[in-house]
């Protein structure tokens, strides 16, 4: 049975492609993100900017008038900001988390109620391995994926009870523009942190570049929305959830002298 499916952060990346894979498979999909997409489109769209409450609130209205119900809501919107914790503003430690945390938090409060209508709603999260695995020099990303996967065990709890199921989906490095659009740090080299914030972040940027393809996300996406009973998390690729199982089976100590070795 087609569906209707949400989702937010479509102008580009894995939420573009998402919108553009429903829409193919028959289902009807709805955009949402700040701007339109670039190129062509052949699914709806909707202006609404996460990291504005006034904004996500005229987003909601208007997916109220195009749908009575919802089936799926796709979390994919999300920004980054890398760098040392100590040069980092409070404005962007403020709008990361306006987007990635309470944008995301208040866009699914609002649509809760259409997601109940047919008592079979479903919400996928995208989280992060950076969630799981704390990144140094992108250590405020990582906190707020981190908060999106607590966000998704609490909704599952709270919602199950009432139809609508909840699973976060974690991928790894992958290509996208998410890479070029991450807001760059004002200060990556000084005589404190040396070039170690400049290496850590170049670093980041290769293996973004050369990671999976974005379509392996959406497949996975695809796979758990068809399940009766959704995981409450996922990782995409066998290397990623073998290191997400690591991080959870070895000693903290250890997780993190690896990952400061590789990034910091």
Known sequence: MNKVIVISGASSGIGKLSAEFFQQQGNRAIGLSRSYPKGKYDYEYILGDLGDKESIEKAVKEIEKLTDHIDVLIN?????????????????????????????????????????????????????????????????YSMSKASMHKFTEGLKMELKPLGIDVCSVLPGDTKTGFTDNRHQPKVVEDDLYKDRIKRSINKMEHDERNGMSPMAVVKLINKVIKKKRMPIQVTVGFSYKFLVILGKFLPKRFVNWILAKMYA
């Open 76 to 140: 994919c919107a999300g920004i980054g900001i890398s760098g040392a914790i100590e040069h980092t503003t409070y404005e962007e430690v403020n709008s990361i988390f306006q987007v990635n945390v309470i944008g995301q938090y208040y866009i699914t409060k609002l649509l809760i109620p259409l997601l109940r209508k047919e008592g079979h709603g479903k919400i996928v999260n995208i989280g992060s391995v950076a969630g799981e695995l704390t990144i140094p020099f992108q250590t405020f």
